[in-house]
């Protein structure tokens, strides 16, 4: 990723409600990895599940998703002969909700990430088998067989492809988040920042990409002033009190809390997103295989498969994040170079 992983951005961006999910997902498994209690088995036949046991974070929606045998005609023989697909997610030890976390059952592992894990394996005729491990433990379980495919919020870099191949699911973007009855927005102009009060993380990629927009508003003349604090909880507060105007963030996290505030006396909503790769390029998250395993094409042709069928798009909007979509799922497409990765 950038300064930090976006992965990192988002448990910068814990709420209070989501520190709840956190310290089951921490108690779930207190090693390197999990098995347990990462699948619900209750949806019938040809219906996937998403959005199941989110804690109000997404709407449960049942998706009618078939076998396309000439998708799965694609899958490696290995993989095909097992009946399964097995889904990495990178979650231990605190979760990073929308994207993956456990849920209010305070054992089963959900999130956007898993649900499409689960729908992807879907239209290969697979058996998701997911996975819960560390960040790091992740990456050792790709290496070694382990894990088939990740589907863990990996941003698709060009360091990552020596040893990776990736299929494209989702946009990498930063957002701000206002109080709803804000009339501001930000229309991916930094010129709109000009007079305003941000609070951004400190040490996170949306923070250089901020101080650089100031230094901008500068040599113009302009003043945009950069709050930090302590925690979450804090910058909140500074926001339903208006000593704020918005707060910069990772797009997913920001998604989540506004699910949180919806029915509170202080509601807030998305004022714009802005790519976390920056201007010049639209950072991509990406399911991530073995280089040279053969699951990247088959990967991508489900997930285009879900696209035109409609099931990716209803799969976003249960999370909350049809901002991120993608129109079409890519191999291997252009990542964050080599001095950025």
Known sequence: MHTLTLRSRLLRGLTASTAVAALAAGLAACGGESDAATTSDSAAAGTVTVGALSNGAARQ???????????????????AKSGKLIVGVGALPAGFPPLAYVGQDQKTLTGAEPDLGRLVAAVLGLKAEVKNSTWENLFVGIDSGKVDVAFSNVTDTEERKKKYEFASYRQDNLAFEVQKK???????DYENLAGKTVSVGAGTNQEKILLEWKAKLAKEGKKLTVKYFQDNNS????LSSGKI??????NPGISYHITQTAKTPN?????????????TLQGLIAATAKKDSGLAKPVADA??????????????????LSNEAVSTSR????????DNS
Not at 68 to 74: F, H
Not at 182 to 188: D, E, I, K, L, Y
Not at 235 to 238: E, H
């Open 303 to 320: 997930i285009n498969h879900l696209i035109k069928d409609g099931q990716y798009a209803k799969w976003l909007a249960a999370w909350n």
């Open 331 to 338: 191999i291997n497409p252009p990542g964050l170079p080599l």
């Open 245 to 250: 105007d918005a707060y910069f963030g990772p």
């Open 182 to 188: 804000s009339t501001w927005n930000f229309a991916g």
């Open 267 to 279: 509601p807030t909503r998305n004022a714009g997103k802005f790519s976390g790769a920056g201007a």
């Open 235 to 238: 910058v909140y507060l500074a």
């Open 61 to 79: 929606t049942d998706l009618k998703v078939s076998e396309v045998k000439s998708i799965s005609a694609e899958l490696p023989k290995s993989v």
